[in-house]
């Protein structure tokens, strides 16, 4: 028989169990293809003579011979063409895996694996990196609750009303003609000639302040019969100034009535304008918490009818906050920082109480109607440039904040509001001032302060990361399983029951001799 007509080569191709084919009686022969060879390939082919080439090539195969740890054997390339010998179990692995870049294993060289291997590990390392750090820089967070919390179980806010006047002129011109000092004087607080004179710089404060309780007119809290001026209570602001508070000490709740307040100005008692207006300014704040410059607040002018509409927020926090620290959840759970002066904690109540005792560790005393004990000296006139130098105090404090160790409550309520004011029509109408304070709607909105580091959120958040970095799922864990342990112990059975058949059917054969 010639060599033109002996038959073609029979090659035999060892599969696996799962991809073996269903007739073992039929065999093709393997067909080979040409590559076409185009202009690309022939451009190619010359380039290779080139000596950048050549040096690539040098490297490729002094990199390929680098010797390798025995862990990291099967980064080493294959050295046949995959038909006559069986895959291995990582190869296979790479073939069937969801996550992203292992197929690149399969026919891959030896620096592409490699290669490869540390842009996985890469991910790997930045995505644990991410997963640790996240919490440390964000150990809680806030997020809505419900949309739908009635607003009628949240207290309705202090509302505090102050003059833009202030001075009263009734009280200076008495109080001048009793000290025999002029009116500028006493208006411009000249420290030179008022520190000769027996008054006190917290005298002159409450002889000079105009009564702006008894400005008030009527006061009707949900539209009922009984007046509410009784529960107006005098306060004194950061700023020195008396105002007057409704609902200031006391926890109020209401649907959409809220309080309805008819004030006069009396604009011939000005003496003193704070700005070139006749009118109130008026807070909105928590109850039982002090006004600072934070405090939202609006102008009011004389002879004006005005509607705040107010909308309501609350803060409240999951159980779990308590296992964090202050130094990580930041913020004060109830009960757990005590005030020496007001009987409930706030930051502005805590921020309040540091202010005076860093001004008591300066100037040697406390401004009038700050906090403060009964032995501390209170502030006379000699000790004004020492307190007007801290008036800029609320800056220096949150930048030494371990001294006053002042962080927000975990549980708080906060108030935004809109303003409708219109002209009061009639006679006299510029001698009033209406004013009419009430929820905006009759939901509010409730946020929750929880802690980040829960069980469902570390899962959410490593999916996410290990999704973005490597395209990971639980899919490719439970692939990672069965390709570890599962397949492994089934080949092993498989194999144990074949080499158990082949010793019986020896025996058998044994016995038949």
Not at 361 to 386: L, T
Not at 492 to 509: N, P, S
Request: charged share 25%.
């Amino acid at each position: 028989m010639s060599a033109a007509e002996s038959p073609p080569p029979v090659y035999t191709v060892y599969f696996e169990d799962y991809l073996r084919p269903k007739k073992h009686q039929k065999q093709a022969h393997l067909q080979h293809f040409r590559r076409p060879v185009g202009k690309i390939s022939a451009a190619a082919r010359r380039l290779k003579r080139l000596k950048i080439l050549r040096w690539h090539s040098r490297i490729i195969q002094r990199f390929q011979q680098l010797p390798l740890p025995s862990f990291l054997g099967f980064l080493r390339a294959r050295k046949d063409d995959g038909l006559c010998k069986r895959k291995t179990g990582f190869e296979i692995y790479c073939e069937m895996a969801s996550i992203h870049g292992f197929h690149v294993f399969v026919g891959a060289e030896t620096w592409q694996r490699i290669f490869w291997w540390l842009l996985i590990c890469t991910a790997v390392i930045l995505s644990n990196v991410i997963l640790l750090t996240a919490p440390k820089k964000g150990p809680t967070i806030h997020y809505i609750d419900s949309m739908m919390k009635p607003s009628s179980e949240i207290p309705f806010p202090a509302v505090t009303m102050c003059s833009l006047n202030a001075v009263s002129k009734e009280k200076l011109q008495k109080r001048a003609k009793e000290l025999q000092v002029s009116e500028e004087t006493l208006r411009n607080g000249a420290l030179e000639e008022l520190s000769q004179t027996n008054l006190t710089w917290l005298r002159l404060l409450e002889d000079l302040a105009p009564p702006i309780c008894e400005q008030i007119q009527s006061c009707k809290w949900e539209n009922r019969l009984e007046s509410c001026l009784g529960d107006l209570k005098p306060l004194w602001t950061f700023d020195n100034r008396l105002c007057c508070s409704f609902n200031h000490q006391q926890l109020r709740y209401t649907s959409q009535l809220g309080v309805r307040i008819v004030l006069d100005p009396r604009k011939d008692d000005y003496a003193a304008w704070r700005i070139a207006s006749h009118g109130f300014e008026v807070l909105i704040h928590e109850s039982r918490t002090v006004t600072d410059a934070a405090t939202m607040r609006i102008l009011i002018p004389s002879g004006s009818d005005t509607h705040l509409m107010v909308r309501p927020f609350s803060t409240r926090f999951t159980s779990n906050l308590a296992a964090l620290s202050i130094e990580q959840r930041r913020c004060f759970l109830p009960d757990e920082r005590r005030m020496w002066f007001y009987s409930t904690y706030s930051l502005a109540n805590c921020l309040s109480e540091c202010r005076s005792r860093k001004i008591l560790r300066s100037c040697g005393c406390v401004p009038p109607h700050d906090p403060g004990e009964s032995h501390w000296p209170i502030c006379d006139f000699k000790q004004v440039p020492c307190v007007r130098a801290y008036d800029d105090i609320s800056e220096e404090i949150t930048s030494v904040e371990s001294d006053c160790n002042c962080l927000p409550p975990c549980k708080f309520h906060r108030y935004e509001f809109e303003s409708d004011v219109s002209p009061i029509q009639g006679p006299n109408s510029s001698n009033e001032v209406r004013l009419q304070v009430y929820y905006d709607l009759a939901i509010s909105e409730e946020l929750l302060l929880g802690v980040y580091e829960t069980w469902l959120a570390f899962i959410g958040t490593f999916g996410g990361v290990n999704g973005l970095f490597m395209g990971c799922s639980f899919v490719s864990v439970f692939e990672l399983i069965f390709f570890t342990c599962v397949r492994p112990t089934c080949n092993w059975l498989t194999r144990q029951q074949i080499l158990w058949r082949r010793r019986r059917k020896q025996a058998k054969v044994g016995l038949s001799h």
